[in-house]
């Protein structure tokens, strides 16, 4: 069974560039949920997809946005870059929505400068 | 809003001491309770967890307890090992939001212990 992955695993950025950030979920998952960590923080929810739907939103603006495809891989894309958005961004699988445990990838740390 | 705050750290211990790292929360609805776990460059891994007060979660010799009355669900073990440093998360999904498996996570704890 494959667990989460994510890729990049490091990414730099300058600030007003835009970035994508890719997740497969694990194997027999339908839900992906992305969290933002900022250094020596908890992760922060960002938003939930549920079978190609956004499922719930955090207090993200909508510069932060994102897909889920048929396969239930997901992509996060930031635009307008900010320097604050440099963080280690994760992205957590689930067998459906209303499961509660969660799994977490690696993680794709992103440095704007 | 939901919202978990633990214990400040860091916390350092000598191997084979004794662990608690406290936790506590609020909650709106009956939240399913969490801690995760965070190895150097990695990202979480589910240590343990409760559903429903008084439920008692363990692995890997760690113990939390679900205590209503207090809103608490502190992290326990009896004998720490150097591979136990890493960083400590609590966390909720409270099951009334609107968001459903949302998790709520604390500031994390960083755990160093030393041979």
């Known amino acids: 069974e494959t667990g989460v992955t994510q890729s990049p695993t490091h990414l730099i950025k300058t600030r007003g560039q835009q970035v994508t950030l890719r997740c497969s979920s694990q194997?027999?998952?339908?839900?992906v949920s992305w969290y933002q960590q900022a250094l020596g923080q908890g992760p922060q929810f960002i938003f939930q997809y549920y079978r190609e739907e956004e499922n719930g939103r955090g207090n993200f603006p909508p510069r932060f946005s994102g897909l889920q495809f048929p396969n239930y891989s997901s992509e996060l894309n930031v635009n307008a870059l900010e320097l604050d958005d440099s963080a280690l961004y994760l992205c957590?699988?689930?067998?459906?929505?209303?499961?509660?445990?969660?799994?977490f990838g690696p993680g794709t740390r992103l440095l704007v400068l | 809003g939901d919202s978990v705050t633990q214990m400040e750290g860091p916390v350092t211990l000598s191997e084979e001491a004794f662990l608690t790292i406290n936790c506590t929360y609020t909650a709106t609805g009956y939240p399913s309770l969490f801690w995760y776990v965070q190895y150097p460059g990695e990202g979480l891994q589910l240590l343990l967890k409760?559903?429903?007060?008084?439920d008692k979660g363990s692995n890997k010799g760690f113990e939390a307890t679900y205590r209503k009355e207090t809103t608490s669900f502190h992290l326990e073990k009896g004998s720490v090992q150097v591979s136990d440093s890493a960083v400590y998360f609590c966390a909720l999904s409270d099951r009334g939001g609107t968001s459903y498996g949302k998790l709520t996570f604390g500031q994390g704890t960083i755990l160093t212990v030393h041979p």
């Open positions: 409760a559903t429903k007060a008084d």
């Open positions: 194997s027999g998952h339908n839900t």
């Open positions: 957590a699988s689930s067998l459906e929505a209303g499961e509660e445990t969660q799994y």
